[in-house]
């Protein structure tokens, strides 16, 4: 999977520069996100890396030793977590832009699935 992202984002980066419109971040007309609390950054300290304990507690599961109906049981669970951080990060997002590093330290930050 780490392999593959370079050319994921050398990809992205390659459609981007094929718009003959200027890049933007954020849409100009969406509402702004507002800062953050001290006290929210560590609420979202604490959650990202919670998050992310479980995302990878799913994704670390060894498949190949499980039966099938096991195995279906864990595929159902590993979507279910990867659907619920991924609408609970886009929110934070939403929210807040994109958590920086200095509000919510390294570790969380590669929480940020």
């Known amino acids: ?3 593959s992202l370079p050319a994921f984002a050398l990809t992205l980066i390659m459609l981007g520069c094929q718009s003959d419109s200027k890049p ?3 849409d100009s007309t969406e509402a702004k996100p507002r800062e953050m ?3 929210e950054a560590g609420a979202l300290t604490a959650e990202l890396i919670e998050r992310r304990e479980r995302d990878q507690a799913v994704r670390s599961l060894d498949f190949e030793s499980m039966s099938d109906e096991e195995r279906m049981a864990a595929f159902e669970n590993f979507r279910s977590v990867d659907e619920d951080n991924t609408a609970w990060l886009k ?3 939403d ?3 994109w958590p920086p ?3 919510i330290g390294r570790e969380a930050s590669i929480g940020a699935f």
């Open 101 to 103: 590093m200095s509000m």
């Open 24 to 26: 933007t971040l954020v």
């Open 37 to 39: 609390t001290t006290e």
């Open 91 to 93: 929110e934070v997002v």
């Open 1 to 3: 999977m780490t392999k």
């Open 95 to 97: 929210t807040w832009g």
